[in-house]
């Protein structure tokens, strides 16, 4: 073991000679251990929000920021800044069994919750979900994407239908297309999917999960869709969600097809095709029955504050989530509690940590604001909330940097982002990293979508500068063969699964090298007069070119 320490130690030099040049911070790594042990420990019960575990969760982070030397950023309150942000959500939960089957020719295939179907909640008030003999059509991707000259619904009412669709975009498989290749758009994703069904006034819609074009396995969509739900408050609910919303297992797809005398596979190809249509799956109906328990609570965006001394309305912006899946279905070892330890008890350890370098350095010139969302795990809706009710306005916000999940394996030699969001402030981030020695490396995995799965989207959506760092693969330690296989196993074993917990043997070296790196980056941003700009060719960039004027 002694042999593998100072081996690690020696391969870690040339990282640890530029971080000692450099004007970076020193990061307290005990710190980082004992507030991601805290966060990810059985006692906070997953930190779900709207349970006694995500109460305890906020109280603990306020707790942790008062520490740190901050101020209460929140909503004000007879004219006094709060620590929290109310963030009010509908509350959805499936009360009950759930019955659900296709039937084909008159032979039924009863679909088991969790198993061969995942049902949500259903999003749109109603107590109770009954369809009972409801066709079914096959619409490829479910896109309808007029400036691609693309729709898979052409020649197709799914008017009170159930719809099956396929998960991610037309060119995912061949890597080249309308879509952006292997990079997913918005129209990949599963909420696009489900609202355009709304749209269209389907009864329900189905996505066929494949783990590579969903980028997860089955267990990551059980856990995550089977739990309860969350939504913003809307009047009008249903013209976002159809009454049904649900994910099947790919096998039992294909079987359906077979059984209706079509070929999964043969129509799965053409759904790649321009000029695809859309099919009815001859014979085969689609029935369910369950109950939903729904209420609007409120949940807690944390908000803290580092007041800036010559440009106070000006905010440098840090965020990561606070809040993980809570207590769901039971693992194989009859776990219950999804810790969320990597997702994302370690982003909200880096954002505590990045406040403690704050108000113990100098004063920056502009503010920085450091933002726990609530509700990331059901779709962004924390941030989402912060968004649209922003507490200091968007134009004068200088920058979001959004943290979600740091590898516990070591330093890297590289840095990644979430996506490609074409934006100066990357490439701040790739100047930096090259100052030290380091490497940038794309998105691994564009065609999973991270661009839009994380906190920094909703900033990044209404134009503010915004992206959503995250952990290279090229270990110091074992290089990217080591770093590809932590990653594909958490993928496959721990994300969104109950073991997704703390370990003893985790090294926070490389967290601890990548944090000095975001507090220099912000802190860069925060003592100059720059204002980050979106790239040409950005769709976000017009939104704010708009607000120029405040920012000048």
Known sequence: MKKLLLAALVAALPLAAVAAGSTDPVVNAANLATDIKVLASDAFEGRGPATPGGDKTVAW???????AGLQPGGDLKDGKRAWTQGVPLGRFEIKGPVASNFSVGGQSITLNQGEQIAIRASLTNADSVNLAGVPVVFAGYGVDAPERKWNDFAGMDVKGKIVIVLINDPDFES???DFGGKAMTYYGRWTYKYEEAARRGAAGLIIVHETKPASYGWATVKNSNTNVMFDIVRERPTETHPSLEAWIQRDVASDLFRRAGLDFDALKAKAAKRG????TLPGVTFSASYNVDHQVIVSQNVVGVLPGKTRPDEHVVYSAHWDHLGVGLPDARGD????????????IAALL????????GPQPDRSVLFL???AEEKGLLGSEYYAANPLYPLATTVADLNMDGFSPTGPARDYTTSGDGKVSLQDDLVAALRARGRTFTPDPVPEAGHFFRSDHF?????????ISVGPGEDLVTGGV???KAYSEMYINDRYHQPADEWSDDWDLSGMSTDIALLYSLGFDLATSTRWPEWQAGSEFKAIRDASASARQ
């Open 458 to 466: 909703p900033f990044a959506k209404r134009g503010v500068p915004a």
């Open 175 to 177: 890597g080249k297309g």
């Open 353 to 360: 940590e990045i406040a403690r370098l704050y108000a113990a």
């Open 276 to 279: 695809f249509k859309a099919v």
């Open 336 to 347: 219950r509690i999804y810790n969320g330890a990597v997702d994302n008890a370690t982003g």
């Open 481 to 483: 063969s080591a770093g």
């Open 372 to 374: 726990a969302v609530t």
């Open 61 to 67: 982070i306020i707790g942790r920021m008062i520490e």
